[in-house]
């Protein structure tokens, strides 16, 4: 179980940069009667009593990209497998997504029944008596925790109560292009620092313009940063305070612009600079996220895909994202919460198409069926699953890390030492806190 870490205000969250990944944030607040409150509309909304008739289902994502044609599939495939209830799907803007949800959500005009939500969003959300726990509505439908990857159940599990379902895990990956791999004459991808550092020198040529590995300088770093502070052992949030000054926070700040200053790395990447130049085979080694699949195979780029290497000194580990179902504070219709009680666990043994959008599930009985298997890239991806880890467990995380990025990028680009730059970037953070 999981409780929210610590209570820092209401302030208003800035949406966070976060491209086809689609993560954003909002603002906090308390309100533990609506909560209450909603965990018995959940309960009355699933009584086994309760006659099963018709009912429409209002359910909202943030899939405005390639990704959203694959949960339309989904969404169609269930409503005709059965004639009792309908979901009607609505894909809000990826970059509005919580701005309109907010919004819904506090008129309660035009509220969703059921909407997609990132699971480090859902400690806010739940804080601000906006989410219903589903427990119930999990137990009348048959749906048990047990048959989710544990990140993500732990994560969202608040005060006993569980208050998302998972449908994947976007943990960062690594990809390679496997011509520039061959024509260097390496085998596998790297998978620690000592082979990187070593593959990357070897994939650089300069009489080509080609990089061994082009280091971004904003997105995405709000996966790969974190990624790297954890691997060496460090933190960005120590249980109390920001810590994304620390020794092994900085040290891994120094290690990526050692990149630059070595030559393996241009010096002045542009937003998605690093993403270009991989599509146009002058960058070998990308870190990003699963949902650069459909983009990849369209270009026809000849890649692979394997975890992130353990570039830190201390363990193995990868910041991820997920999608989580979530049940909004007032959805009190008895049939309606029977429908997402029914439509999520149709979700749970049927989202083969969502893998296909090049996610890795959360359902562990689509991980161990053979169709999910046989997809190389996806399988590669769920193998960090064990390691996974989610933005800190503290409200309005996005208004308070937000400093991290432009700092990031200074020392990126040079125009900050890396000390310098983290500690400008805590005091920022301090001061967001008070606010």
């Known amino acids: 179980m999981k409780k929210t870490t610590k209570l820092l205000g209401t302030s208003l969250i800035a949406l966070s940069l976060v491209a086809a990944a689609g993560c954003g944030s909002n603002n906090g607040g308390n309100n533990a009667e609506s909560n209450n409150q909603g965990s018995t509309n959940a309960a009355a909304g699933n009584s086994t009593n309760a006659k099963a008739e018709k009912a429409d289902i209002l359910f909202w994502t943030p899939f405005s990209g390639a990704d959203g044609e694959f949960m339309k599939k989904i969404v169609e495939k269930y409503n005709s497998s059965q004639d009792t209830y309908k979901v009607k799907l609505v894909i809000q803007p990826n970059g509005e997504y919580y701005k309109l949800l907010d919004v819904a959500m506090s008129a309660g005009k035009d509220r969703p029944d059921l909407a997609i939500m990132h699971v480090d969003q859902i400690p806010t959300y739940v804080n601000k008596g906006q989410l219903q726990p589903m427990d119930d509505l999990a137990a009348a439908s048959a749906i048990n925790k047990t048959d989710y990857v544990e990140a993500p159940v732990n994560y969202e599990t608040i005060d006993n109560k569980w208050y998302g379902i998972p449908l994947d895990i976007h943990p960062l990956v690594m990809y390679y292009n496997k011509d520039l791999f061959e024509q260097a004459g390496i085998t596998a991808p790297p998978t620690n620092r000592a082979e990187f550092e070593a593959d990357v020198e070897k994939l650089t040529n300069k009489d080509k313009g080609t990089y061994g590995y082009v280091v971004p300088t904003l997105w995405p770093q709000q996966f790969i940063f974190p990624t790297l502070v954890w691997q060496n052992g460090g933190d960005l949030w120590n249980g109390t305070d920001v810590a994304y000054n620390s020794p092994e926070a900085v040290e891994m700040v120094q290690w990526m612009r050692s ?84 439509f999520v666990k149709y979700v749970s043994t049927n989202s083969m198409d969502w893998a296909a959008s090049g996610q890795a599930l959360a359902s562990k009985p689509m991980l161990e069926s053979e169709e999910f298997k046989a997809l190389d890239m996806q399988s590669n991806v769920a193998k960090a699953f064990e390691y996974v880890q989610f933005a800190p467990n503290v409200l309005n995380w996005a208004t308070i890390s937000d400093p991290i990025w432009g700092e990031l990028s200074n020392a990126l680009l040079g125009k900050k030492d890396a000390q310098k730059a983290m500690d400008d970037a805590v005091a920022k953070s301090r001061q967001a806190m008070k606010k």
């Not at 030559?263 to 960058?283: A, I």
């Not at 000849?302 to 910041?319: D, E, S, T």
């Open 259 to 342: 990149l630059v200053d070595k030559g393996v790395s241009p010096g002045n990447v542009q937003q998605d600079g690093e993403n270009t130049l991989f599509l146009q085979g002058k960058n070998a080694i990308q870190f990003n996220g699963p949902w650069m699949k459909g983009q990849f195979d369209e270009a026809g780029i000849n890649y692979g895909v394997a975890p992130v290497p353990q570039i830190g000194k201390a363990k193995q580990a990868v910041y991820a994202g997920s999608h989580n179902f979530v049940l909004p504070k007032g959805v009190t219709d008895a049939n309606v919460v029977k429908g997402i009680g029914d």
